[in-house]
């Protein structure tokens, strides 16, 4: 099957939105803190990125969600910095410190190439937001090498619509956050003003871009939506708000993610009510809320007394 992407990049249409998404540099609203450094001139913001991308590393990775990794893992690829900063971060020196290596655009390409290579389902982009432009500058360098991966878009969900439609016929999976339904939680603890309506706005268009959750005869996914949604403490989360709304608003037949990882890393222990795991009860509400939703497809995480998820 030819890519989308394919038939964008011979039309010239990823041409024009390669110009556009540098053109945002320039003034950078890539993201809804619409920070407003030249980027172009190498300025930086709250992500913390700059001109070129900038890579914490790139693997084969087989611990995502089974229909991403299938037999032969996932293409992941974790770009430094992020839009959030989120006190308990399980990523924090990629995220918060941008530990990594600048790179071109055509090495970022050619690192695309390799993975596929390696046969790879897909090619999984981790915490790509601010650097969108640069990503669509490598996929136009990378199909006449032979690229023809889908392409996973791994985000904290908190995203501006009118970027995600750059991406329209590019991204063939979508793999959000939903992190909140309170937007002081989302300020105290991931500083993301606005991000319940901004979230459910982005995942919303997502889900128009590429519908439900779509697998070929192998139960590898080719296209679709997965929400991942990570129960927090006290259910700061908003679990018991956002998985009926996700029912109601998207659909019961979306997939959802589960999880139940969170630990206090990082500078969660500063945060009233973090510092500590999530216990059964809160994990059993939440999985209630779910199968009350009638939320059927996807993933439950089991959890471990000790400290998270098994």
Not at 25 to 37: E, I, Q, R, W, Y
Not at 125 to 140: E, K
Request: with cysteine; glycine share 8%; hydrophobic share 40%.
């Amino acid at each position: 099957m030819v890519m989308d992407y394919v038939k964008l990049h011979a039309s010239g249409e990823l041409l024009h939105r390669i110009r556009e998404a540098y053109r945002r540099l320039a003034s950078c609203d890539l993201c809804p803190h619409n920070c407003g450094v030249n980027r172009i001139k190498d300025e930086r913001g709250i992500c913390g990125a700059g001109l070129k991308p900038k890579i914490a590393s790139t693997n084969v990775h087989r611990g995502e969600e089974p229909p991403i990794s299938g037999t032969q893992g996932s293409g992941t690829i974790f770009l430094s910095g992020c839009s959030l900063k989120c006190a308990y971060c399980q990523n924090f020196p990629i995220s918060h410190f941008g530990n990594g290596q600048e790179i071109p655009t055509r090495e970022l390409a050619a690192r695309m190439v390799k993975l596929q290579k390696q046969q790879v389902h897909n090619i999984n982009f981790v915490t790509p937001t601010h650097y969108l432009p640069q990503i669509l500058a490598a996929l136009w360098l990378a199909i006449p090498l032979g690229f023809s991966l889908p392409i996973v878009w791994n985000s904290s969900g908190y995203e501006n619509v009118d970027a995600l439609q750059l991406l329209d016929g590019i991204v063939s999976l979508y793999l959000p956050d939903m992190k909140y339904s309170d937007n002081s939680a989302a300020v105290d603890i991931s500083s993301a003003p606005g991000y319940c309506e901004i979230n459910r706005t982005a995942v919303i268009e997502m889900l128009r871009q590429v519908g439900h959750l779509q697998v070929n005869e192998d139960d590898v996914a080719a296209r679709g939506l997965i929400i991942r949604h990570l129960v927090l403490p006290g259910n700061r989360a908003g679990s018991l708000e956002t998985l009926p709304w996700i029912a109601g608003n998207l659909g019961d037949e979306t997939h959802i993610a589960l999880m139940s990882q969170y630990f206090p890393a990082h500078k969660a222990l500063e945060i009233e009510g973090m510092a500590r795991p999530v216990n059964h009860g809160e994990y059993d509400a939440a999985v209630a809320a779910l199968e009350e939703a009638g939320l059927e497809n996807g993933w439950v995480q089991e959890l471990d007394e000790e400290r998270g998820a098994i």
